[in-house]
């Protein structure tokens, strides 16, 4: 007679538990409409106007690089339209004094941190004088290396903490960076020294053609979170305050000393992965693009802020023209910029050059001034 | 002649893995509808499904392990790593794990595993996707190590890495991929260990890896017109090296020159030239051996730039002429 044997582990409950609800934080609808009555904005009037300005002058910034890379006067440019709630309302929650570790999309929050965009256009046309950064830009450039921004940023946090700073760290990868191991370690890391740090996930579906449901078996890429035993929140990424909203409390949770909040933003990019020959209609259908489409970030905003009178149609066009503008004369700058020569880049190898070196460099320089 | 580009033979080489052996599978990141980074996997997900053919998660270190792991329990895992400069994620999968298992076992496990990867400069890709890192795995016991220059030699060597029992290295390169060549129908291998006479000549022997084969072939070209005779060789595996044709050459010639791309310091034409002086070879040399290779500095991106950071036709053209004034 077969006996009746006892289940030791349920594993269907405990998969519910694995996939407890991890809800998408949402406070404007499609529409631009508040999701419901009780939210309270934590962001002015005027505050919520000056994120839609960036947001706005962003997509701008975005169409201009596309001409301007097509031209040949651009280099390396990975599109960021569709992400703008989800990289400047995240960017807007922050202080001048955090500090910044972006990924190689993230080149608008280095703006708004302070990077000029002169020198965001010379990194993107491989210019040391791209990477020069002022000593009060707390930033590191773009990471290029996909999730080493992770285990940085623990790093940074730390030294945040040690020197009693009311600062954070803050990174961005993307869904694909959340299954590298840099990615697991950097949370984890972070959360065995409670930390400052904030950790963007920016899932916009794809990793270049792979599809978020491939990078793992996981509901969600917030509860990757629980292992390292931190927070994870998902928020809309196409909603600004939310974006905004989420940030900010995982800001002032990690300054109050409470360790490091794992962010994933669910986001679309509109266009292709970089401009170095991607062609999305490989791995995505219009019908997934227009899906996106339709919550797109700029759109809500503009109708949530029309609504309550502080957005016009002249104001966003006024606005457009003076990023257009201040485009071209950015580039116009960058142009200027002495061209690099074989010199500075053996100049820049070491911070005290041994003697091979400098012979190298002198040499370099003889055949230069010729 | 049947011409294909150096991509389309290494395409055939795996689409005809895959047909006749169940057991070989590729993994890496977007090799599935997008054909891999380079395009050397196109149309294979559609012929041999996705369990044949698996995008991976980004995961280097698990993309390499999985495929140890897969490799010690029976199948011949080939997977590829977008960028060569990525290895430095997967390296203790390949260095402590793969190259070692088959020695630490008493050679009772063995890992029949392929990592293909595009590696060197001249696309513009800057200074971490555009390293030339082939040296660093033929430093390492265990693992061989195949840099083939030409489609004819890419498909045959990737043949033979398939059926080899112990972990390969396949160092494509970018600038190679558009390359036309004779590439045979049907499988072939080539044996490893054995280098390839490119060019046949008299006066001086030029040893040259990967891209700076055709380099070296245009030079000894312009000097064909100037009257001197060079012979291109090619050893296209590092590890094992075919030493011996090196020696024989440098024995006729009486003149080294080691050329790659890579960075030269600790660069593999170290490894050449000793070799060379080490052997009775030595005795012939009519002039000190001169190697070529990158500058030491991080890959720039800036095209004029990135051309000065390696040896161009020009500099091994130069460094031919020195050597015959001596
Ligand atoms: C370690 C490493 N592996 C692979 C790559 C090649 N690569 C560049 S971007 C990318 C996809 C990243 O996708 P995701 O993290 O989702 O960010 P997104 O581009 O969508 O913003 C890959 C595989 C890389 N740069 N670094
Ligand atoms: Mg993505």
């Avoid at chain 1, 406070?27 to 009037?45: A, C, P, R, Y």
Wanted: net charge negative; hydrophobic share 40%; aromatic share 8%.
């Amino acid at each position: 007679m077969a006996k009746e044997t006892k289940q030791v582990v349920d594993f269907d409950a405990l998969m519910d538990e694995v996939n407890a609800e991890f809800p998408m934080i949402q406070i404007l609808d499609e529409e631009g409409k508040l999701v419901s009555e009780d939210v309270q904005l934590d962001i002015t009037d005027d505050e919520m106007v000056e994120l839609m300005s960036r947001m706005v002058w962003a997509r701008v910034l975005d169409q201009r690089s596309i001409a301007l890379n097509r031209q040949g006067r651009l280099g390396f440019y990975a599109p960021t339209a569709g992400q703008e709630a989800s990289q400047l309302a995240s960017h807007y929650a922050l202080e001048k004094e955090d500090f910044l570790l972006p990924g190689y999309r993230d080149v608008p929050q280095l703006i708004m941190h302070g990077l000029p965009l002169k020198e965001a256009f010379l990194w993107s046309r491989g210019h040391a004088g791209g990477n020069k950064y002022a000593p009060e830009l707390r930033a590191m450039p773009p990471q290029i290396i996909i999730g080493a921004q992770y285990v940085q940023a623990a790093g940074v946090a730390l030294g945040l903490k040690k020197r009693n700073k009311k600062n954070v760290a803050i990174t961005y990868t993307g869904d694909g960076g959340s299954s590298q191991g840099d990615f697991y370690e950097g949370i984890n890391f972070a959360g065995a020294y409670n930390a400052p740090a904030i950790f963007i996930i920016q899932n916009n579906g794809f990793a270049i053609s792979t599809p978020r449901s491939v990078q793992t078996k996981a509901k969600t890429l917030a509860q990757k979170a629980v292992a390292a035993g931190i927070p994870g929140v998902q928020v809309d990424g196409m909603d600004a305050l939310a974006v905004y909203a989420v940030t900010k409390a995982a800001r002032a949770r990690a300054v109050a000393g409470d360790g490091p909040t794992l962010i994933e933003t669910m986001t679309y990019r509109y266009g292709p992965h970089t401009l170095s020959g991607d062609d999305p209609t490989r791995y995505r259908t219009k019908e997934t693009d227009d899906i996106w489409v339709k919550r797109d970030p700029l759109t809500r905003m503009r109708n949530f802020l029309t609504a309550k009178g502080l957005w016009t149609e002249e104001k966003e066009n006024e606005l457009i023209e003076a990023a257009k503008e201040e485009i071209k004369e950015a580039i116009k700058q960058a142009d200027q910029e002495p061209k690099q020569k074989v010199s500075d880049f053996l100049k820049n190898m070491f911070e005290t050059p041994d003697q091979l070196l400098k012979e190298q460099i002198a040499t370099f320089e003889a055949k230069e001034s010729k | 002649m049947r011409e294909r580009t150096y991509l389309e033979a290494v395409n055939e080489a795996l689409d005809e893995a895959l047909a006749e052996d169940e057991s070989v599978f590729l993994l890496g990141e977007d090799i599935g509808v997008y054909g891999g980074g380079f395009g050397a996997t196109k149309g294979l997900i559609e012929k041999y499904g996705n369990k044949r053919v698996r995008a991976t998660p980004i995961s280097e270190s698990a993309i390499a392990g999985a495929a140890v792991g897969a490799a010690m329990t029976g199948m011949r895992p080939i997977f590829e790593l977008q960028f060569s400069d990525f290895i430095t994620i997967a390296l203790d999968q390949i260095v402590n794990q793969a190259a070692k298992i088959h020695y630490m076992y008493g050679g009772k496990a063995s890992v029949p595993l392929v990592m293909r990867t595009a590696g060197g400069s001249g696309t513009g890709a800057a200074a971490q996707h555009s390293q030339s890192l082939e040296n660093w795995t033929a430093h390492i016991p265990g693992l061989k190590v195949v840099q083939p220059s030409t489609p004819y030699d890419a498909k045959g060597l990737l043949h033979t890495a398939i059926e080899d029992q112990n972990p390969v290295m396949f160092y494509e390169h970018k600038l190679c991929y558009k390359m036309t060549g004779d590439v045979p129908a049907g499988k072939y291998t080539i044996p490893f260990g054995v280098a390839d006479i490119k060019q046949t000549g008299t006066d001086v022997t030029i040893v040259a890896t990967g891209i700076m084969v055709h380099k070296a072939l245009k030079v000894a070209e312009q000097a064909q017109e100037a009257g001197i005779s060079v012979e291109v060789i090619d050893p296209r595996t590092l590890v094992p090296l075919d030493i011996e044709t090196i020696i024989t050459s440098v024995k006729k010639t009486g003149r080294l020159l080691v050329v790659h791309e890579a960075v030269k310091r600790s660069g593999f034409g170290g490894e050449v030239a000793s070799l060379v002086a080490e052997s009775d070879g030595f005795y012939a040399l009519k002039a000190p051996i001169k190697r070529l290779g990158g500058e030491a500095v991080p890959m720039p991106y800036q095209p004029q730039l990135e051309q000065n950071a390696i040896p161009q036709v020009s500099n091994i053209y130069e460094a031919v002429l020195s050597l015959m004034k001596q």
